[in-house]
Protein backbone atom coordinates (compact mmCIF):
# COMPACT_ATOMS: atom_id res chain seq x y z
CA UNK A 1 0.00 0.00 0.00
CA UNK A 2 1.47 3.21 -0.92
CA UNK A 3 1.52 5.95 1.37
CA UNK A 4 3.05 9.65 2.03
CA UNK A 5 3.54 11.00 5.15
CA UNK A 6 4.39 14.76 6.04
CA UNK A 7 5.96 15.90 8.80
CA UNK A 8 8.01 18.85 9.92
CA UNK A 9 4.87 21.42 9.85
CA UNK A 10 3.27 23.50 12.93
CA UNK A 11 3.72 26.90 13.81
CA UNK A 12 6.32 29.22 12.60
CA UNK A 13 7.84 32.53 13.11
CA UNK A 14 7.65 35.23 10.02
CA UNK A 15 11.28 35.02 8.84
CA UNK A 16 12.06 31.42 9.95
CA UNK A 17 13.33 28.79 7.92
CA UNK A 18 10.75 25.93 7.17
CA UNK A 19 11.73 22.66 6.65
CA UNK A 20 9.04 20.03 5.71
CA UNK A 21 9.77 16.14 4.84
CA UNK A 22 7.37 13.56 3.02
CA UNK A 23 8.54 9.75 3.56
CA UNK A 24 6.79 7.34 0.75
CA UNK A 25 6.44 3.87 1.38
CA UNK A 26 5.02 0.99 -0.33
CA UNK A 27 6.70 1.17 -3.69
CA UNK A 28 10.28 2.18 -4.64
CA UNK A 29 9.90 5.69 -5.94
CA UNK A 30 13.34 6.32 -7.03
CA UNK A 31 12.11 6.99 -10.97
CA UNK A 32 8.68 8.73 -9.55
CA UNK A 33 8.34 12.64 -9.79
CA UNK A 34 7.47 13.99 -6.49
CA UNK A 35 5.87 17.14 -5.60
CA UNK A 36 4.60 19.53 -2.88
CA UNK A 37 1.61 21.33 -3.22
CA UNK A 38 -0.08 23.80 -0.58
CA UNK A 39 -3.65 25.30 -0.11
CA UNK A 40 -4.05 28.66 1.90
CA UNK A 41 -7.18 29.06 3.60
CA UNK A 42 -9.86 29.79 1.61
CA UNK A 43 -8.32 29.28 -1.43
CA UNK A 44 -7.78 26.51 -3.99
CA UNK A 45 -4.52 24.25 -3.93
CA UNK A 46 -1.29 25.14 -5.69
CA UNK A 47 1.73 24.04 -7.11
CA UNK A 48 5.14 24.60 -4.90
CA UNK A 49 7.49 22.90 -6.22
CA UNK A 50 8.25 19.14 -8.13
CA UNK A 51 11.33 17.01 -8.39
CA UNK A 52 12.36 13.99 -10.82
CA UNK A 53 15.43 14.08 -12.79
CA UNK A 54 15.27 18.47 -13.08
CA UNK A 55 13.18 20.52 -10.37
CA UNK A 56 10.68 23.11 -11.10
CA UNK A 57 9.59 25.61 -8.28
CA UNK A 58 6.39 28.19 -8.26
CA UNK A 59 8.39 31.67 -10.02
CA UNK A 60 7.19 33.46 -6.96
CA UNK A 61 8.82 30.94 -4.34
CA UNK A 62 12.30 30.96 -6.20
CA UNK A 63 13.99 32.94 -4.56
CA UNK A 64 13.31 31.47 -0.98
CA UNK A 65 12.33 27.87 -1.77
CA UNK A 66 14.48 24.54 -2.30
CA UNK A 67 13.35 20.83 -3.01
CA UNK A 68 15.56 18.12 -2.68
CA UNK A 69 15.32 14.09 -2.39
CA UNK A 70 17.12 11.25 -0.38
CA UNK A 71 19.22 8.98 -2.19
CA UNK A 72 17.02 6.52 -2.37
CA UNK A 73 14.31 8.79 -3.72
CA UNK A 74 11.69 7.96 -1.32
CA UNK A 75 12.19 11.04 1.03
CA UNK A 76 11.70 14.55 -0.37
CA UNK A 77 12.35 17.46 1.42
CA UNK A 78 10.83 20.93 0.79
CA UNK A 79 12.95 24.50 2.42
CA UNK A 80 10.91 27.56 2.61
CA UNK A 81 13.70 30.70 3.80
CA UNK A 82 11.91 33.40 5.46
CA UNK A 83 8.82 32.35 5.34
CA UNK A 84 5.96 35.24 5.35
CA UNK A 85 2.11 34.88 7.04
CA UNK A 86 1.44 34.41 3.13
CA UNK A 87 3.00 30.82 3.54
CA UNK A 88 -0.09 29.81 5.68
CA UNK A 89 -1.14 26.42 4.66
CA UNK A 90 -1.92 22.73 4.47
CA UNK A 91 1.04 21.43 2.47
CA UNK A 92 0.57 18.44 0.58
CA UNK A 93 3.08 15.95 -0.81
CA UNK A 94 2.54 14.10 -3.81
CA UNK A 95 4.13 11.43 -6.10
CA UNK A 96 3.40 10.53 -9.94
CA UNK A 97 3.96 7.28 -11.67
CA UNK A 98 5.48 9.31 -14.36
CA UNK A 99 9.24 10.20 -14.28
CA UNK A 100 8.10 13.63 -15.32
CA UNK A 101 7.53 16.51 -13.14
CA UNK A 102 4.53 18.72 -13.84
CA UNK A 103 2.46 21.32 -11.84
CA UNK A 104 -0.70 19.95 -12.38
CA UNK A 105 -2.50 18.46 -9.36
CA UNK A 106 -4.47 15.99 -11.51
CA UNK A 107 -0.84 14.63 -13.10
CA UNK A 108 -0.22 12.91 -9.34
CA UNK A 109 -1.05 10.00 -8.67
CA UNK A 110 -0.60 9.53 -4.76
CA UNK A 111 -1.30 12.08 -2.14
CA UNK A 112 -0.29 12.83 1.47
CA UNK A 113 -3.03 13.65 3.97
CA UNK A 114 -1.19 17.19 3.91
CA UNK A 115 0.07 18.96 7.05
CA UNK A 116 -0.95 22.01 8.09
CA UNK A 117 2.08 25.26 8.65
CA UNK A 118 1.28 28.53 10.29
CA UNK A 119 2.86 31.46 9.90
CA UNK A 120 2.80 34.21 12.65
CA UNK A 121 4.19 37.17 13.46
Known amino acids: QVQLRESGGGQVLDGDTLTLSCAAS????????MAWFRQPPGKAREFVASIAGNRVVKDSLQDRLSISRSDNGNTVHLLIDNVKPDDTAVYYCAARLSGAVSIKAEDYDFWGQGIQVTVSS
Open 26 to 33: GRSFSYYA
